[in-house]
């Protein structure tokens, strides 16, 4: 009887796992916000899209990227410079948004929330899709 209801627990708590990993992510409740905030002061028409090209104003500026290309790899965030820039993954000079004492941009801002940074993550990996 106690093995019973014990299964009956395990069995009952898988979906609910499964649930909390496949949450879609939308860019325009989840996403769009987090870069409004944080990114378009210097994104759109500022400081980083005059020297970059890189323009967060919409889900088509976004994902044209830079002048040299696409900074984001859809289904693939390890490979997505976006990510990479925001997620600490790359030189502390070039990190997004600017945070560290020898970065090349300018103002000491703070660098996204662990929340923030995978909500995006787990945007690029679903498909980066405009939704
Ligand atoms: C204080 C201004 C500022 C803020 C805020 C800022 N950036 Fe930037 N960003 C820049 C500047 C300046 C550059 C160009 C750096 C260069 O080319 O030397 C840049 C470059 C970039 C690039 C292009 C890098 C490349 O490979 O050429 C990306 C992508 C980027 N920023 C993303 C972001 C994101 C995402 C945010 C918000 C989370 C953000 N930035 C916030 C100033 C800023």
Same mark, same amino acid.
């Given at each position: 009887?106690?093995?019973?209801?014990?299964?009956?627990?395990?069995?009952?708590?898988?979906?609910? &796992?499964?649930?909390?990993?496949?949450? %879609?992510?939308?860019? $325009? $409740?989840?996403?769009?916000?987090?870069?409004?905030?944080?990114?378009?002061?210097?994104?759109?028409?500022?400081?980083?899209? #005059?020297?970059?090209? &890189?323009?967060? %104003?919409?889900?088509?500026?976004?994902?044209?990227?830079?002048?040299?290309?696409?900074?984001?790899?859809?289904?693939?965030?390890?490979?997505?410079?976006? &990510?990479?820039?925001?997620?600490?993954? *790359?030189?502390?000079?070039? %990190?997004?948004?600017?945070?560290?004492?020898? *970065?090349?941009?300018?103002?000491?801002?703070?660098?996204?929330? #662990?929340?923030?940074?995978?909500?995006?993550?787990?945007?690029?990996? %679903?498909?980066?899709?405009?939704?």
């Amino acid at each position: 009887m106690r093995t019973r209801v014990l299964s009956i627990v395990i069995i009952a708590t898988i979906p609910l &796992f499964g649930a909390g990993c496949s949450k %879609q992510v939308s860019y $325009n $409740n989840d996403v769009n916000p987090i870069l409004v905030s944080n990114c378009l002061t210097c994104h759109v028409g500022g400081e980083g899209t #005059e020297k970059s090209g &890189f323009s967060v %104003q919409n889900y088509n500026s976004l994902m044209k990227g830079t002048k040299f290309g696409p900074v984001i790899v859809p289904g693939d965030s390890e490979s997505s410079t976006l &990510f990479r820039l925001i997620g600490h993954k *790359a030189d502390p000079k070039i %990190q997004m948004p600017p945070h560290h004492d020898d *970065a090349q941009a300018g103002g000491q801002l703070d660098p996204l929330t #662990e929340e923030q940074i995978e909500t995006i993550k787990m945007w690029i990996d %679903q498909g980066a899709k405009n939704n």
